[in-house]
Nanobody, 123 residues
Framework: QVQLVESGGGLVQAGGSLRLSCAASGRTFSNFAMGWFRQAPGKERESVAAISWSGGRTYYADFVKGRFTMSRDTAKNRVYLQMNSLKPEDTAVYYC????????????????WGQGTQVTVSS
């Protein structure tokens, strides 16, 4: 079993930055691909970014390319999402998730999910 706990969300003005963190505990986190997902009120959950178990591959949704950067620190069992140039449409609950398959994680078919952290971007 893997437990994931997100932190770093909050309220920020448009154009600002936030850094989300996801702490993992339990099973071998280093073998898992990890992803960040978000869900806005009234909308379906969508994939934001993903990173392979080695960190050698990354994926970003078109709507965050050039603004968000995902990274992982295996020694600390953490993944991060640096979010710059935030827009009001980035407002959502952001979830950290992980699993054993790169393609599956990218598409949201993750084995483990965190509880989420709220990000609110004011205009």
């Amino acid at each position: 079993q893997v437990q994931l706990v997100e932190s770093g969300g909050g309220l920020v003005q448009a154009g600002g930055s936030l850094r989300l963190s996801c702490a993992a505990s339990g099973r071998t986190f280093s073998n898992f691909a990890m992803g960040w997902f978000r869900q806005a009120p009234g909308k379906e959950r969508e994939s934001v970014a993903a990173i392979s178990w080695s960190g050698g591959r990354t994926y970003y949704a078109d709507f965050v390319k050039g603004r968000f950067t995902m990274s992982r620190d295996t020694a600390k069992n953490r993944v991060y999402l640096q979010m710059n140039s935030l827009k009001p449409e980035d407002t959502a609950v952001y979830y950290c998730a992980g699993g054993s398959g790169w393609s599956r994680v990218k598409s949201g078919l993750c084995d483990y999910w965190g509880q989420g952290t709220q990000v609110t971007v004011s205009s």
